[in-house]
């Protein structure tokens, strides 16, 4: 199969028609985390690769601004510091990265962000399980059926693809979707 740009922006045509069946989802994460960041809690975000960009690309949009010049929103991605990054990986295990920082930072009634394109991504998954039993909030932005992490988010939201391109490029459309939601939520924009 030749790939294409027109054969690529098709797929992304087609898939983006799909979406407005995750309106209800989207509607409701976003609301998890106005309601989180009006308690005073904080947003934080994980992923691998893309999707570590994409927690990092989103947790900006909220410290930094989206639309309109606001005050910051508490949000970090977990993905940014390498010194955490790697000697929590070289003294426990790359599966503890991101769990390891959702306990030392996270406080009940925070939430997590966790992306996966797969949903099985298993330092992800640790993550969203220490999240859980720290009374953390889980938002799952997934793929390809939503995988292992589909049962242990509060509340996942599944991109119906399985091309990881395409499954990136509605993340992000949904992460933006998400940070204007939040702002028009708490009248910042």
Do not use: W
Not at 85 to 95: G, K, M, Q, R, W
Not at 113 to 121: D, E, M
Not at 166 to 188: K, P
């Amino acid at each position: 199969m030749t790939v294409s740009l027109t054969g690529s922006l098709q797929e992304h045509i087609e898939l983006f028609g799909r979406l407005s069946g995750l309106a209800a989802a989207v509607k409701e994460a976003a609301h998890l985390i106005s309601a989180t960041l009006v308690r005073g809690g904080k947003l934080m975000l994980c992923g691998n690769g893309g999707s570590a960009s994409d927690s990092q690309h989103l947790a900006a949009e909220f410290t930094g601004r989206f639309v309109k010049d606001r005050r910051p929103l508490a949000a970090i991605a977990l993905s940014t510091d390498t010194s955490a990054l790697t000697s929590i990986a070289n003294d426990y295990s790359f599966e503890e990265v991101f769990a390891r920082q959702v306990v030392a930072l996270g406080r009940a009634g925070d939430c997590l962000l966790a992306i996966s394109t797969s949903g099985n991504s298993r330092n992800v998954i640790r993550a969203v399980e220490e999240a859980r039993a720290s009374s953390i909030h889980t938002i799952g932005l997934l793929g390809r059926g939503g995988g292992k992490l589909l049962a242990l988010c509060d509340l996942p939201i599944v991109v119906p693809s399985d091309t990881t391109a395409r499954i990136q490029e509605a993340h992000i459309f949904i992460g933006h979707t998400l940070c204007a939601t939040v702002e028009e939520a708490l009248q910042l924009a």
